[in-house]
């Protein structure tokens, strides 16, 4: 690597380092230090995602197939989040929809009530919690 790609990595590192501090910040002044905390921990996508979901489906069992689409939706749930621009109006409308349309479609997946109801309470206690951020 070159002396100028070096500058570029490093530049992005720096980058990506912000914006997960910003991330961890606005999750633990909404009031949900769990979610700021699991942020901190992954800073890539992927590691989200999978933080997102053992949250999600903690003391669920799922098929490796239902498993597979219960990540499929999150990514996709997840992109969309991060095409929000959360300065213009209505965003944090938009983002509470999406986490309840990921929610009642991973919901779809459960096999049993006692399930649906472990889901249901760790679905509650993932969700942003406070006021609607001005």
């Not at 500058?7 to 909404?30: G, S």
């Not at 999600?56 to 990514?75: H, N, Q, T, W």
């Amino acid at each position: 690597m070159g002396g100028n790609d070096e500058a570029i990595a490093t530049t992005r590192n720096r980058e990506m380092h912000m914006r997960t501090l910003v991330v961890v910040l606005i999750l633990y002044l909404i009031g949900n230090p769990a979610n700021a905390q699991g942020v901190f921990a992954a800073r890539d996508p992927e590691a989200v995602m999978q933080n997102i979901y053992k949250g999600l489906f903690a003391g669920i069992e799922l098929p490796k197939e239902s498993r597979d689409s219960a990540l499929r939706v999150i990514r996709n749930e997840n992109n969309q989040q991060m095409a929000v621009d959360g300065r213009a109006p209505g965003a944090w409308d938009r983002r509470i929809a999406l986490n309840r349309w990921r929610d009642s479609t991973l919901r779809v997946l459960m096999r049993t009530e006692s399930d649906r109801r472990v889901f249901d309470a760790n679905s509650e206690r993932m969700r942003p919690q406070g006021s609607i951020p001005r």
